[in-house]
């Protein structure tokens, strides 16, 4: 009886461990699959766009860097330099010394000073040896013309700013937050085709209704990229730029031909003779005809007026060149955008002349590229796509979301035909997902009213 007993309860015991065995793994499959899930919706819901803790009208930038420093150069430069002048002006006296005849006493020399500073006008003689005089009266307006300089060259920017810059702000207000809210869509897209998949008892179909999605263009949100071929059509913001910059170039080239033409006709020439025999004093026997003077600023003007007219030289060409570059795409820009669903400008070719309100968009964008955060996310798919061996499978962002949470390991191995009749690609994927024509019967859906 005992070994009968013993191994009834051996074979009991064996029993009941694999019964066990057998509840554990029913349980670690449900628990698996309910980790996947979650896993799966912690990173769809980590790759959602954050919103914006503050506002993004104060941080935007309406100036280009190479305009802002253009603009602290040409306002700034004459300004420093003028301030100097005057400072030594106060702080030395008097710019001007004539030899006075020993014979004058100081109020009498004091007077020299005053009146040949007053008329500076040079008494010689032409090349004929007839008496002949030169005003130098633009060696005294010299710092109040480059107080006029830096107020002509504020003007473009005073253009830009009241012309131009309210409607550039309104409209990457809204690119920008439109760019933010087409990737967070698509990435919500990807959730809800998950919890569908999860829910649906046919995957077949679920499939069958994603490729027809993608055939029929359901993916998009045209009203950004509607909204931006509308301003290929805008000549608006272009028009004021390029103006900014002739205004920018005529002022430069003017002030430098000023500058010339004062080292050419005065700004060699730091000693003249003074006459003061005019009114009561031109009867007077022992006053001399001509009296010699010198002007004690002199080398300040020439250094001045060189530095100047040196900085405005080297900036011809950068001006130049902001104009020129409206001449060609930022396409860097566009190309990162390419993985959204609603925008193949690109793609479509739909890029024609550069010279248009779109352009300068762009470029504004680029030079607020702190303001759109997708641009990194987008920025970094690209990457990680060209590092996917079957980089041809992802052409938009859903794509690349589907295959990180999972979805396309779940995708039927045989595939049915399109409802257009063409045969889908190996993995499934539509033929093309940005077709460059719409489908047929697609004009009212793609309707700004459908977006």
Request: proline fraction near 6%.
């Amino acid at each position: 009886m005992l070994p009968a007993f013993q191994s009834l309860s051996l074979s009991w015991a064996h029993l009941r461990r694999h019964q066990r065995q057998q509840q554990q793994q029913l349980l670690f499959l449900p628990s698996t699959m309910s980790l996947s899930h979650a896993a799966a919706e912690y990173m769809l819901s980590d790759a959602l766009l954050p919103d914006p803790g503050g506002s993004r009208a104060k941080g935007l930038r309406l100036e280009l860097p190479s305009d802002r420093l253009l603009k602290f150069i040409t306002v700034g430069l004459p300004l420093c330099l003028v301030s100097l002048a005057f400072a030594r002006e106060f702080s030395a006296g008097s710019q001007i010394s004539c030899f006075s005849p020993t014979n004058f006493t100081g109020k009498q020399s004091a007077y020299v000073d005053t009146a040949c500073w007053d008329s500076l006008v040079h008494h010689g003689l032409d090349t004929e040896g007839h008496p002949a005089t030169k005003s130098l009266w633009a060696l005294k307006v010299f710092p109040y013309s480059l107080l006029v300089v830096a107020g002509l060259m504020y003007l473009p920017y005073l253009l830009w700013r009241y012309a131009a810059a309210p409607a550039l702000h309104s409209d990457l207000l809204f690119i920008i937050d439109e760019l933010d809210k087409s990737y967070n869509r698509s990435v919500r897209l990807v959730q809800h085709m998950r919890r569908v998949q999860q829910a649906s008892t046919e995957p077949e179909r679920f499939w069958d209704e994603y490729e027809r999605a993608r055939q029929e263009r359901y993916f998009e949100f045209p009203l950004l990229e509607r909204y931006l071929t509308c301003k290929q059509h805008a000549h608006s913001l272009v028009i004021i730029y390029i103006l900014r910059n002739l205004l920018l170039l005529l002022f430069l080239a003017a002030t430098c031909l000023y500058l010339l033409f004062l080292h050419l006709n005065i700004f060699f020439q730091d000693e003249f003779n003074c006459s003061i025999k005019t009114g009561l004093l031109q009867a007077e026997p022992h006053i001399p005809p001509l009296i010699p003077c010198k002007l004690l600023f002199f080398s300040v003007f020439q250094l001045t007026s060189l530095s100047i007219g040196g900085v405005y030289i080297l900036l011809i060409p950068v001006v130049i060149s902001n104009a020129l570059q409206l001449c060609q795409w930022d396409k860097g820009l566009l190309s990162v955008y390419e993985m959204l669903p609603a925008f193949d400008l690109l793609s479509r070719k739909m890029l024609t002349c550069p010279v248009n309100d779109l352009n300068v968009i762009l470029l504004f964008l680029r030079a607020n590229i702190s303001e759109l955060t997708s641009f990194g996310r987008l920025n970094a798919l690209g990457a990680l796509r060209e590092a996917t061996p079957n980089k041809e499978d992802i052409d938009t962002v859903i794509d690349f979301m589907t295959l990180l949470a999972g979805l396309e390991g779940t995708k039927p191995k045989h595939h049915a035909c399109a409802p257009d009749g063409s045969t889908p690609q190996p993995n499934g994927s539509a033929p093309e997902v940005k077709p460059g024509v719409e489908t047929t019967g697609k004009a009212s859906r793609d309707s700004l009213g459908s977006a």
